[in-house]
């Protein structure tokens, strides 16, 4: 024979007596694992107001958040996370240094092109500047001014 399906207002009854039992007898593993699952399906704020309406004395429901908890959190070593941040300073601090030095190199390459003429480009520049002198009246640049 097949077993039928709760409803839901079945399940949260048998779940809520579920509850109701695993708290009289402060079973912290059921306690925990049906607080996770009414969380779960009904929201953090719903097992809060659950926990004030179920709990009979302070000390109870102190007990009952207290499961709530995390049992243990782990500790990493200070000395391991310290020697990877100054190994990752370190890196971060040689990559730095390579950029700048990259750039520089580039400037460099940069500034050598400009100042670098070839003989036809001075000579096509003085050329021009020929010309122009003698073409117009007075020529010492383009930036002075006839007045």
């Known amino acids: 024979m097949v077993a039928h399906p709760l409803s839901a207002s079945a399940r949260a009854r048998k ?27 009904q929201g953090p704020k719903a097992l809060q107001l659950l926990i004030r309406k179920l709990a009979s004395t302070e000390e109870i429901a102190n007990f009952w958040q207290l499961q709530l908890l995390p049992k243990e959190i782990p500790k990493v070593e200070i000395s391991h996370t310290e020697l990877i941040q100054e190994e990752v300073a370190q890196e971060i601090n040689s990559e730095e240094e390579i950029i700048q030095e990259e750039i520089i190199i580039q400037e460099e390459i940069i500034e050598a092109e400009l100042t670098q003429q070839s003989p036809l480009e001075i000579k096509a ?14 020529w010492d640049g383009p930036l002075r001014q006839a007045s």
């Open 15 to 41: 779940e809520l007596e579920a509850l109701k039992l695993a708290l009289a007898e402060k079973n912290e593993a059921a306690l925990r694992r049906l607080s996770d699952r009414y969380a779960h399906r």
């Open 125 to 138: 520049r003085s050329e021009v500047a020929r010309r122009l002198r003698g073409w117009l009246p007075s």
